[in-house]
Nanobody, 121 residues
Framework: QVQLVESGGGWVQAGGSLRLSCAASGRTFSNVAMGWFRQAPGKEREFVAA????????YYGDSVKGRFTISRDNAKNTVYLQMNSLKPEDTAVYYCAAEPPGSYYHSYKYWGQGTQVTVSS
């Protein structure tokens, strides 16, 4: 059974940092792209970042460029999201996703359950 499990969420003050992790199990994901999305209450799901299978290409949503960094460790079947200079508007449930059938910015085959990030002003 394929599972994506996020961790590292929590509460932080504005300007602070958090590092999210997404551990994949059930199969290897070292040959597929992975991504992060987020969804705030009352808002649509938003693309945050994606990384190619090799880690050689990274993609970011406009609202997080320059502040967030996505990375992966294929030996550990894990993808990370380093979030710096956090703002209250970054508050959301963050979801890990794996294996996009097409564009990195929309649908993925596998999704995690999400981890809450709350940024206070």
């Amino acid at each position: 059974q394929v599972q994506l499990v996020e961790s590292g969420g929590g509460w932080v003050q504005a300007g602070g940092s958090l590092r999210l992790s997404c551990a994949a199990s059930g199969r290897t994901f070292s040959n597929v792209a992975m991504g992060w999305f987020r969804q705030a209450p009352g808002k649509e799901r938003e693309f945050v970042a994606a990384i190619s299978w090799s880690g050689g290409r990274e993609y970011y949503g406009d609202s997080v460029k320059g502040r967030f960094t996505i990375s992966r460790d294929n030996a550990k079947n894990t993808v990370y999201l380093q979030m710096n200079s956090l703002k209250p508007e970054d508050t959301a449930v963050y979801y890990c996703a794996a294996e996009p059938p097409g564009s990195y910015y929309h649908s993925y085959k596998y999704w995690g359950q999400g981890t809450q990030v709350t940024v206070s002003s």
